[in-house]
């Protein structure tokens, strides 16, 4: 008798044990650390069949080990794949849906029932969770074989009118559904399908990959409401096949990002995002799985300012005073300026006296730092320019066009996030050559009324072909702040000669910022001009 029940007391252990192994639920993530997913699975998930299809579903979230998944074409397949999981389940019409391994306290939905469904989602440990599940309409096919031909960037961008418009729409009914006391220090997360691309990855150092630099709406709409892009922040470099998420069951298709998990809120933290596009039996829908981590920060250390190193270089295109032209030489330069910032000018993207690379992105994966390109012109198949490089995420990046000169200029502004949650603009200028300074103080007065007008602050660096007391310093220095250089070394052209200094860094307002360090380096080789950092103290600035 005993022994009977002592064997089947470890059968039902060993039931149970089964059952934790399988199911998601059963063992929740340390406290502060979640999983978001967001994923249209479909038609429910049945494309596969009935049964297999959603268990397919739940299997690939299940080994994900998403904590949350805001899901896209549910259409009746919700509450099985839930309870496969152990999860929560809030459905909202027969599109949208949350699944949570975490209790979901509140019904906050706004907007459309079809395309929008919202939850108070309870994290362990006290902590609370805005999140919303969301499906954006498109006005046109332009993903299925042949149908962008003849389309230009106008055309493409229009097709995806729709989901901007609704974009507009959901992020303020979201605004004004959690504008109370209430929900005061909750961070708010939104993910699903927004049928629609990123500004971030239709850019101009993308070109070879995407054919249009587009500045999308809807993904604009996101971030000019403070929400980040997660993915593109902790994946600096665009790889349109590996970023996409639509899609893994049409490989001929245009292969685009177009679901996201956005978030706003500075308790939160992004760790990991990743696209998941795989199944051992098949993957179960044409949309690729997004599944973010995040952790959750209690004591955000806060700081009265922040240090920056930023850094211009004229890199020359990467040919140094040998006559060769080696970027790998360039990188070695900038990696061992350690900057946060720099801004690089004589910049080729895909030219073929520099070998048809593309420059910016190549020090961007040098660098492991996020780049921006603007072109001044088209040069042998290619284009012709200056970059940037952050380590902090860019938010938007804007060519500001210049009066023509001897050749055709742009200043290139970045905008970018810092680690409180402030926007900085740097612009990177290069200015015309010659020595008649008409067509440089031309360019100079277009550039100040730019920087009249801008609402952030903003460090202003680069080449501008003149020296102290020429009245185009005069004019940007006004209102600013200079990174003086050392007395006895302040000369930057040339490198192997330095005669003049005519390679700046200035700051604005002047209250914001403090000079700590100011330094032309002394390289002779790699470029005509030697680079100049400057450590920079961001006061009022929040560091964490």
Not at 66 to 83: H, L, N, P, R
Not at 109 to 135: C, M, T
Not at 526 to 534: E, G, K, L, Y
Request: aromatic share 10%; proline share 5%.
């Amino acid at each position: 008798m005993h022994l009977l029940k002592t064997i089947s007391t470890l059968f039902l252990v060993l039931v149970v044990c089964c059952w934790l192994a399988d199911g998601v639920a059963a063992d929740a993530p340390s406290s502060g650390e979640f999983g978001v997913m967001a994923w249209n699975i479909w038609h429910g998930g049945r494309k596969d069949g009935e049964i297999v299809g959603p268990k397919r579903v739940a299997e690939v979230i299940q080994r994900s080990e998403a904590d949350i998944v805001c899901m896209q074409e549910t259409y009746g397949s919700g509450e099985m794949i839930a309870e496969e999981l152990g999860f929560h389940f809030q459905p909202r019409g027969t599109n949208c849906s949350i699944l949570s391994r975490f209790p979901i306290s509140e019904d906050i939905s706004v907007f459309e029932p079809f395309k929008s469904v919202g939850g108070l989602i309870d994290l362990p440990g006290g902590k609370r969770v805005a999140v919303y599940s969301i499906w954006l309409p498109y006005d046109k096919e332009i993903w299925a074989q042949g149908t962008r031909e003849g389309l230009d960037a106008n055309a493409v961008q229009s097709a995806c009118e729709a989901s901007a418009a609704d974009a507009k729409v959901l992020l303020a009914a979201i605004q004004s559904r959690l504008d109370s006391p209430k929900y005061a220090g909750v961070p708010i997360v939104v993910a699903g399908d927004f049928n629609s691309m990123s500004h971030l990855d239709y850019a101009e150092t993308t070109r070879d990959q995407y054919a249009f630099a587009i500045q999308w709406p809807t993904s604009l709409e996101m971030i000019g409401a403070g929400f980040r892009d997660p993915y593109r922040e902790l994946h600096p470099i665009v790889d349109r096949a590996a970023d996409r998420t639509w899609t893994p069951r049409f490989p001929g298709q245009q292969q685009d990002r177009i679901d996201y998990t956005y978030y706003r809120g500075e308790p939160l933290i992004a760790t990991a995002s990743d696209v998941i596009d795989t199944h051992a039996e098949g993957f179960p829908s044409d949309h690729a799985a997004l599944h973010t981590k995040f952790r959750w920060i209690d004591d955000l250390p806060k700081t009265k300012s922040l240090k920056l190193k930023v850094a211009s270089y004229n890199i020359k295109r990467g040919q140094g005073n040998d006559g060769r032209v080696d970027l790998a030489r360039t990188a070695e330069v900038l990696q061992k300026l350690k900057p946060d910032f720099v801004a690089l000018q004589e910049v080729d993207e895909r030219v073929s006296r520099s070998g048809n690379v593309n420059q910016a992105m190549e020090l961007g994966k040098q660098l492991n730092m996020h780049p921006a390109f603007g072109s001044f012109m088209a040069l042998d198949e290619g284009r012709f320019g200056m970059a940037c490089l952050s380590k902090y995420p860019v938010r938007h990046v804007t060519s500001v066009v210049l009066p023509d000169g001897n050749e055709p200029r742009i200043a290139l502004a970045v905008e970018v996030r810092l680690p409180g949650g402030e926007s900085l603009m740097f612009v990177n200028v290069h200015f015309d050559w010659v020595d008649d300074d008409r067509y440089r103080f031309a360019q100079a007065e277009c550039l100040r009324k730019y920087l009249d007008q801008l609402a952030i602050p903003y460090v202003l660096l680069g080449d501008f072909n003149d020296e102290p007391g020429s009245r185009t310093l005069e004019l940007l220095s006004k209102g600013a702040l200079e990174a003086k250089k050392p007395t006895g070394k302040r000369l930057t052209w040339s490198s192997t000669e330095p005669q003049m200094e005519i390679d700046f860094i200035f700051t604005a307002p002047i209250e914001r910022w403090k000079v700590i360090m100011v330094d032309v380096i002394d390289e002779t080789i790699a470029s005509d001009h030697r680079p100049v950092i400057a450590e920079l103290e961001f006061v009022g600035a929040t560091d964490n």
